[in-house]
Each structure stands twice: as structure tokens, then as C-alpha cells.
């Protein structure tokens, strides 16, 4: 029964595992106007980090399954263990209990340590086998396991390595406001709460990175008698710190300040023409910030 399960762990388990990651993916690309405004670099590497990371741990957890086979021990337990605490914590809890080898009391059948002199049960003398007992001790079972998963664990690696480094050097992501192509942020925004619902744009937000662009593509049905609201109160407003709103759609480009609103601002959108205009908030510092924005 054990041994149906690993196998199941194995052959199903770790391709379901990834066959989510890639759906994920590709949900991802459908929801998201496949990945416009980032070179596909990005995402190719970060499915190669969760992929390798998914056959590391499987690769590790089978070997430990292994391992605990042949020590009497609940292999699936173990195996899980490994897997969802990753091979890093998880083989090294493994290591500090896993259960010492044994062998059958020849009278008995008692299991009893490969350096016992007589068996604990029945008192029987054990007899030595030292040469083929050390051999036993150190030999490495299941050597393809840990091969694959070393060999996934430098390839993740590798990945990542790729990845900082592309994000460090801000190539391959479009980062210009005035862009028609998606807009990829790599800071960070702390959100109290965001929804798009009936055409109206709401956006409450604690903080967010110098330099953070929320966006939100809206619809214009009739350019020439439509116009944009924006109703925006910030709580702080440090020095130097600002909130801007860009309005885009092909070559045209509308900018305001909307920090220090003293009322909502109302702005006609007659230059614009119908279809899909992208409307974005440039974050500069300014915090505890609510805004409601929306075409009518």
C-alpha cells in the first residue's frame, strides 16, 4: 500500500502540481492582455523557479520516502513532511530523527541495530558482519533522487539569479506612465481596498512605493459630451510628496496634480475619442489616500 502511494506521489502528484502552476500562468496572460508591457523573460523565470522548487521537493521527498522505507518507518508522512516544509527544513529535521538501520534477529526476528552484539528480545548472539554491514551503512540509496533533485535545486537557482538581476537592472519592463502598453509595477502598495464596480474606480490605500502607478482602463462611449470625476482626499501628505493623475489614449496625454483637492475635479474628455482610455494615479509618498474616480 505504501509503495502504490509514493508512486502516486511521484507520477501524479508532481506533474498535477506544476500542470497549476502553468494553468496559473495562463490565466494570468488571458486576464491580464497576455503579458503586454513586460518582456516575456519574467514570467518565463518565474515559472522556472516554481517549477524546479516543485521538482526539488518532489525529487528530495521521494528519496526521503525512500529512505524511510528502509528504515521502517512512515514514508508518506515523511515525505509530505519534506515537501511542504521544503527540502531545506525539512531534510534537516529529517536528519536530526530519522530512525537508525536494522536487521532481523536471526531466532527472533526481533529488529535489532546493525552494532548490536545480542538481541534485546530474545538475547540471541547477532552475528558480525562488519565488512557487508558498513557497506550497508554507507552506501547512498536511490543516488538518481537526490542527483535530479540537486540538479533542480541549481536550476531554480539559477532562475531567481535571473530574475533579481533582470529586476534590478529594469530591463524588459515598461515603467512609462505615458505608455499605451501595460504599466508593471515592481515596488509595493499597502491596499486597504480596491473594486471597480459599476464604472466607478475606488482606490484606498495606506502607503505605497515612491514612484507606484495604480491603473485602471475605463471606457468612453461618447468622447465629446463624457466627463472625468475624481474625487481624491489625502490623509498625509509629507514633504515632497505628491499624487498625480494621468489620463492616456494613443498620442494624447493629460496630466493633473491632485494632491491637495479642494473639491472633486471635473475634467471633459472632448480631445479623447471612444474607446478604451487608461486612467492612472502616479503615487509619490502621500499616504492614507482615497480616491474615487469615474466617467459620466
Not at 471606457?219 to 514633504?239: K, Q
Request: some cysteine; proline content about 2%; hydrophobic content about 45%.
Amino acid at each position: 500500500m505504501n509503495k502504490n502511494v509514493g508512486k502516486l506521489l511521484g507520477y501524479i502528484g508532481i506533474p498535477a502540481v506544476i500542470l497549476v502552476i502553468l494553468l496559473r500562468f495562463g490565466l494570468f496572460f488571458f486576464k491580464s492582455d497576455g503579458f503586454s508591457g513586460m518582456s516575456m523573460v519574467f514570467p518565463l523565470l518565474a515559472a522556472g523557479i516554481l517549477i524546479f522548487a516543485v521538482l526539488m521537493s518532489g525529487f528530495f521527498s521521494a528519496w526521503v520516502y525512500q529512505d524511510c522505507r528502509k528504515r521502517k518507518d512512515d514514508g508518506v508522512l515523511w515525505a509530505a513532511i519534506t515537501f511542504a516544509a521544503t527540502p531545506f527544513i525539512g531534510l534537516l529535521v529529517y536528519f536530526l530523527r530519522r530512525l537508525e538501520v536494522k536487521q532481523s534477529c536471526a531466532v527472533c526476528g526481533h529488529s535489532v541495530s546493525l552494532k548490536a552484539k545480542y538481541c534485546e528480545e530474545c538475547g540471541s548472539k547477532i552475528e558480525h558482519r562488519e565488512e557487508r554491514e558498513d557497506m550497508e551503512m554507507k552506501q547512498t540509496h536511490h543516488i538518481s533522487y537526490i542527483v535530479m533533485g540537486t540538479i533542480s535545486m541549481i536550476l531554480m537557482a539559477a532562475c531567481l539569479t535571473g530574475f533579481i538581476v533582470n529586476v534590478a537592472s529594469g530591463k524588459g519592463i515598461n515603467s512609462d506612465i505615458t505608455s499605451n502598453d501595460r504599466i508593471w509595477n515592481m515596488g509595493g502598495i499597502s491596499m486597504n481596498y480596491q473594486n471597480m464596480k459599476d464604472g466607478v474606480w475606488t482606490l484606498d490605500f495606506r502607503s505605497a512605493s515612491d514612484g507606484f502607478i495604480a491603473q485602471e482602463d475605463m471606457v468612453l462611449h461618447n468622447a465629446e459630451t463624457e466627463v472625468l470625476y475624481a474625487d481624491i482626499s489625502c490623509g498625509a501628505v509629507p514633504d515632497n510628496s505628491s499624487i498625480t493623475l494621468y489620463l492616456v489614449q494613443g498620442g494624447i496625454v493629460k496630466s493633473f496634480d491632485v494632491t491637495n483637492l479642494s473639491e472633486p475635479l471635473e475634467y471633459s474628455l472632448y480631445e479623447f475619442e471612444n474607446g478604451e482610455i487608461h486612467v492612472r494615479l502616479l503615487i509619490e509618498g502621500v499616504e492614507d489616500t482615497i480616491s474615487k474616480i469615474y466617467i459620466k
